[in-house]
């Protein structure tokens, strides 16, 4: 996650979500108190210094250019993507993730075209965090980091293995997190925009879109107490 809750505006602005967490199961989130601080912080800085930057970016960045700065972010991104899901034993998925990735930095000149799109050959990111949890570690306690946003115990760890092994892996994380963020901006304010509490709201949707990539866009459903049997039982009584 990253500038803020970009992530948290991408979820509900790209996938829907049956099953909240946060009802059902419960947010782990012991840090309540220095997260709601830290969210405060994010949301001031959001208002007062990254609303403005990107404001002042898409009004003076043509669209093809903005589209092939955020293709060129998503390009670097592919073999993280490849080796999380060969981690959870995704051999299809991966070998889509190293063929967009040969593709695009080649024919799409360096990522900044997606032509591997254009050849029908499918995006669908992951990563160690997504990886883990297809495995059944638990997302663990719920953080927000100043500035990089809500995230948890296992993402964060999943993004610290990797920074690891490519020390480019935070820039690249922040500069695709960062165009997700002016591309649903938007929709990021009209989710907080009228809340009582926003911190509730971007801490659930943050973990429900976890989940939900987790379980590779396959929606938790609720199980719903069948009331009409139960009539027709207590009526038979």
Do not use: C, W
Request: aromatic share 4%; net charge negative; no cysteine.
């Amino acid at each position: 996650a990253a500038l803020l809750s970009a992530g948290a505006g991408t979820v509900l602005a790209e996938e829907e979500i049956q099953a909240p967490e946060s009802a059902e199961q419960g947010v782990n989130d012991p840090l309540e108190g220095i997260n709601r601080v830290t969210s405060g912080f994010n949301r001031i800085f959001r208002k007062v210094v990254a609303d403005p930057l990107i404001s002042t970016y898409k009004a003076i960045t043509p669209d093809p250019v903005e589209q092939g700065i955020a293709n060129f972010a998503k390009n670097l991104t592919e073999p993280v993507t490849a080796a999380s899901s060969l981690l959870q034993g995704d051999t299809d998925n991966a070998s889509k993730a190293i063929g967009r990735f040969v593709v695009n930095t080649t024919a799409g000149m360096g990522g900044i075209s997606d032509t591997a799109s254009d050849l029908n050959i499918q995006e669908t990111q992951e990563d160690l965090g997504q990886a883990a949890g297809s495995h059944g570690v638990e997302g663990g306690a719920h953080i927000v980091l100043p500035i990089l946003g809500p995230t948890n115990l296992r993402d964060i760890t999943g993004d610290v293995l990797t920074t690891l092994a490519n020390p480019l892996h935070t820039a690249v994380t922040v500069a695709n997190t960062g165009t997700n963020y002016a591309e649903n901006r938007d929709e990021l304010e009209a989710l907080t925009k009228d809340s009582v509490d926003p911190y509730i709201i971007e801490r659930d949707a943050y973990e429900q879109n976890r989940v939900y990539k987790v379980n590779n866009g396959q929606a938790q459903l609720i199980d719903i107490p069948n009331f009409e049997n139960d009539e027709r039982d207590t009526a038979s009584q």
